[in-house]
Structures are given as structure tokens and as C-alpha cells.
């Protein structure tokens, strides 16, 4: 099975911004649709975007909009998570997941997983 990684956590600022990226170990995302989801303890993972392989259409829970950007670089076989004015509720881990039928809010509907990367906002 492929297996995904996450990398670009850490901690910031409330109001900051980082970038997440997502990747393929030993292998490519090409072909996946990616999406990005989030998990708090003690709360349900919740997916907040993804991006399909074919055209990279791009969707967003209605919760990070105008906040996220998703975005596929093809040449780089990278998927990033652009997160802009981060607020103290977007601390969680992050997820990367890959599907290959297409784009779903669903976290049971994803067949691969990275690690998951801690995105702490605080001041």
C-alpha cells in the first residue's frame, strides 16, 4: 500500500501562516485524490479539503474557507495545504489521505494515510 507523508507542522503565531505538504514514500500521488484532514483529541478527524488528480478541483469545508488553499504541483508530485490567518482553533494534527475515485469529506472513504503532523497556533 502507499504510504503518504506530511511534513511543514509546527508552532505558530495566531494570525500566521504555514504550508503543509503531502507526499508519497517510495511512490506517487498522481493518480490519488488528496485530501487534507484534521483530528483534535477527544473529536471526530474532520476532513477541510481536497484536490482531484484528473483537473484539480479543489473543495474546502465550509469551516476553513477562505483561510485554506489546496493546491497540486504535478512536477514536484506534492500536494500542499496553504493555511492563512491561523486562529488557535486550527491547532490539531494534520492528515494527508488518498482516494482514488474521488474527492470525499468522508474520512472512512480514503484508503491511504500519512502520520499525521501537529499544527500548534498559540501565542
Known amino acids: 500500500q502507499v504510504q503518504l507523508v506530511e511534513s511543514g507542522g509546527g508552532l505558530v503565531q495566531p494570525g500566521g501562516s504555514l504550508r503543509l505538504s503531502c507526499t508519497a514514500s517510495?511512490?506517487?500521488?498522481?493518480?490519488?485524490?488528496i485530501g487534507w484532514f484534521r483530528e483534535v483529541p477527544g473529536k471526530e478527524r474532520e476532513g477541510v479539503s481536497c484536490i482531484t488528480y484528473k483537473d484539480r478541483t479543489e473543495y474546502y469545508d465550509d469551516s476553513v474557507k477562505g483561510r485554506f488553499s489546496i493546491s497540486r504541483d504535478i512536477a514536484k508530485d506534492t500536494v500542499y495545504l496553504q493555511i492563512d490567518n491561523l486562529r488557535p482553533d486550527d491547532t490539531a494534527y494534520y492528515f494527508c489521505?488518498?482516494?482514488?475515485?474521488?474527492?470525499?469529506?468522508?474520512?472512512?472513504?480514503?484508503?491511504?494515510w500519512g502520520q499525521g503532523i501537529l499544527v500548534t497556533v498559540s501565542s
Open positions: 489521505a488518498g482516494r482514488g475515485v474521488d474527492c470525499s469529506g468522508s474520512r472512512s472513504q480514503y484508503d491511504y
Open positions: 517510495g511512490s506517487t500521488l498522481r493518480y490519488f485524490n
